[in-house]
């Protein structure tokens, strides 16, 4: 069974500050895409990484898949009280569609 | 928004009865997966359809079935509901049934069991 460990479980940051994510396994994974949600709402897809070793930025998060394709991490520069959430990384599996998700990140920061 | 829609958006019930979840894909996808989250659990695979077929399976329980229909919308359902079946239940779709689909999330279903 995969599984995906993601830390820290709770974040709770001043405004201004950087911050990292991370989301681990023993096991492969085909991909690895990074969710928000909201409380409530459905996740919202930020970003999928495929390659091992891939680095992609979205204005002040930058987000890193493993060489070996088992790891992730978001990381988060100049946190603003709008990034607080809930963020879920989830790995697809190999062997077909479906994603693992980790328990989640719930991040807090306060102006 | 993401193009997937879920109706209703909540539900209250109670133990013994039986529900139905609705969702529809986002134009164009074949795909389409459900998911709860609980409290304890957090985000858990139950079932995936793609193009009206079951493609994989997870810790789905016996009560619970779904169907993907010809037009790609699809049918979650409860039955013989207990109070561990509160949750909140997602439909996600995707192009396709492969590795590394991007998944989209509907809004949910909040499912209340009393």
């Known amino acids: 069974t995969q599984l995906l460990e993601q830390s820290p479980q709770f974040l709770s940051i001043q405004e201004g500050e950087n911050l990292t994510v991370y989301c681990n396994s023993s096991s492969v994974f085909s991909s690895l895409q990074w969710y928000r949600q909201e409380p409530g709402e459905g996740p919202v897809l930020l970003v999928t990484v495929v390659t091992g070793g891939e680095v992609k930025k979205l204005k002040r998060l930058t987000f890193q898949f493993g060489d070996a394709r088992k790891d992730s991490s978001l990381h988060i520069t100049a946190a603003q009280p709008g990034d607080t959430g809930l963020y879920l990384c989830?790995?697809?599996?190999?062997?077909?569609?479906?994603?693992?998700f980790g328990q989640g990140t719930e991040l807090s920061v306060k102006p | 928004d993401s193009g997937v829609t879920q109706t209703p958006k909540h539900l209250i019930t109670a133990t013994g009865q039986r529900v139905t979840l609705r969702c529809s894909p986002r134009?164009?996808?074949?795909?389409v997966y459900w998911y709860q989250q609980s409290l304890d659990q957090g985000l858990q695979f139950l079932i995936q359809?793609?193009?009206?077929?079951?493609?994989a399976k997870g810790n789905i329980l016996e009560r619970f079935s779904a169907q993907q229909f010809p037009d790609l919308h699809s049918e979650l359902n409860l039955s013989s509901l207990e109070l561990g079946d509160s949750a909140l239940y997602f439909c996600a779709s995707s192009v396709d049934a492969g590795m590394g689909n991007e998944q989209f999330f509907g809004p949910g279903t909040r499912l209340t069991v009393l």
């Open positions: 359809y793609y193009n009206g077929e079951e493609r």
């Open positions: 134009s164009g996808d074949l795909s």
């Open positions: 989830a790995g697809g599996e190999t062997q077909g569609g479906k994603l693992i």
